[in-house]
Every structure is written in C-alpha cells, then in structure tokens.
C-alpha cells in the first residue's frame, strides 16, 4: 500500500482577471463612443481641389431634388430647425447632392439667409 501523497499538477493561470479587463475596456468604449445618426437620404456630394475639412457641427441635408432635412424636421422645418439652434455667428455644414440644380441651391441659401444663418460650408469630397 502507497502513502506517499500523489504528485501535484501545477496550478494554472486565471482566466478571471483577463475577462475583468475585457468587461472594463468594453464599457469604457461604450461609454466614450459617439453614435452618428445615419444620413436622412443619400447624398453625393460634389468634387473639388481642396483639402480643408468642414469643420461646422449642425449639418443639413439637400437631396438632389431640392428636399431639405435636419435633425428629424424637413422642408421649411428644416430652416427653422437650424436657425432655432444656431446663432447668426455660427457655421452650418451644408451637405448637398451634386446633382442638386444651382437655381435651388441659391434658393435654399437665401432661406438661410432670411432665417438669420448668414455663414454655410459645402460639403465636397476631393478629387
């Protein structure tokens, strides 16, 4: 009859603390991510030789048919939306579609105008 104690196997790495920090970085992006919210309709923008970024925080949305969106509001709504959240010094980000007629894109600008919003940047994507 053996007494001897059996050999003891090595004991092996917890798995706890590597799930701990996994669990932490998760919530930690989570909680530092910003959603956008998707583009109300698809807008191409047009091409030019630049290599500025917009750099203005409320954006409006112009289909290729004239169709204004900001923030959930469309139309005329949509003007008002802005103006109601800008002041006449701020920039607005003016995504428009690069099929969008120039007769209604001066249009839209003097609407703007009109509510007060005398500063607009065009989105364009480069060349």
């Known amino acids: 009859m053996d007494l001897t104690e059996p050999p003891r196997r090595p004991r092996s790495e917890s798995i706890v603390p590597m799930i701990n ?3 932490l970085l998760l919530i930690f992006f989570l909680m530092t991510s ?17 290599e500025a970024e917009a750099q203005a925080d409320p954006v409006l949305f112009v289909s290729k048919d004239g169709r204004l969106s900001f923030d959930g509001a469309e139309g005329t709504g949509a003007i008002a939306a802005v103006a109601a959240q800008s002041d006449a010094s701020s920039i607005i980000q003016l995504r428009a579609d690069a099929a969008l007629e ?9 609407d703007l105008s009109t509510a007060g919003l005398a500063r607009v940047e065009l989105v364009v994507s480069a060349k």
């Open 102 to 110: 120039a007769g209604k894109l001066a249009a839209i600008l003097r």
């Open 21 to 23: 920090v996994v669990f």
């Open 34 to 50: 910003r959603l956008a919210e998707p583009e109300p309709f698809d807008v191409t923008p047009p091409t030019a030789a630049t």
